[in-house]
């Protein structure tokens, strides 16, 4: 198994992804590693570790950003064509069988940005709120199994769960820092 040849596959891939704006995660990027590994040497045991990852990042100067705003939005013909393959996907399963799930975040003490004001002096506000908890909601197709609410927060134990036993709330609760969804909660 030669790693210079994973490693130039998988660089020249990640150059045509982002080209069409398409955003590649860390695991995408190692899932894809470990596939070119498998198509170059069917009995490679190549793992594309976290440290590989680290080290391709580093070999080509690959850094992680957060991707704002719509100046780079997705080619319409890139989402066309996806839109044909995930039928293709999605025909051989149950509609019983094909899930949806989507996050949104809940600012809870957000307060509203608009105003009826008697003049127009009267307009300046405070500083905003930016305490919230993350919310994702799955279900099939059908609606017929919805999964329990993962609700993310910033502490495993709030105050105002303070005589509540967490485990028997009608929801998944979950913490971190930043009260936002990551791969490890996501898989659990």
Same mark, same amino acid.
Not at 57 to 66: D, K, M
Not at 76 to 87: A, E, M, Y
Not at 97 to 104: K, V, Y
Not at 146 to 156: H, R, T, W
């Given at each position: 198994m030669n790693l210079i040849k994973i490693s130039t596959h998988v660089y020249e891939w990640f150059i045509l992804?982002?080209?069409?704006?398409?955003?590649?995660?860390g695991p995408i990027l190692q899932q894809y590693a470990r596939d070119i590994a498998q198509k170059l040497d069917e009995s490679t045991n190549f793992r594309a570790s976290n440290g590989?990852?680290?080290r391709f990042? &580093?070999?080509?100067?690959?850094?992680? *950003?957060?991707i704002c705003g719509e100046a780079r939005a997705v080619d319409?013909? &890139?989402?066309?064509?996806?839109?044909? *393959?995930?039928?293709t996907i999605i025909e051989h399963y149950d509609a019983c069988?094909?899930?949806?799930?989507?996050?949104?975040s809940l600012f809870y003490k957000l307060m509203p940005d608009r105003s009826l004001v008697i003049n127009r002096n009267d307009c300046r506000g405070g500083k905003r709120s930016k305490d919230r908890y993350t919310v994702m909601l799955c279900s099939n197709m059908l609606g017929t199994e919805?999964?329990?609410?993962?609700?993310?927060?910033?502490?495993?134990k709030p105050r105002c769960f303070k005589n509540i036993d967490i485990k028997k709330l009608p929801v998944q609760w979950?913490?971190?820092?930043?009260?936002?969804?990551?791969?490890?909660?996501f898989t659990e």
């Open positions: 992804q982002r080209s069409k704006n398409i955003p590649i995660p590989w990852l680290d990042r &580093t070999r080509y100067n690959i850094h992680f *950003r957060t319409p013909c &890139t989402i066309d064509g996806w839109k044909v *393959r995930l039928h069988n094909i899930f949806n799930c989507d996050e949104t919805k999964l329990k609410p993962v609700v993310i927060g910033k502490y495993a979950f913490s971190n820092r930043t009260a936002w969804m990551n791969s490890k909660i």
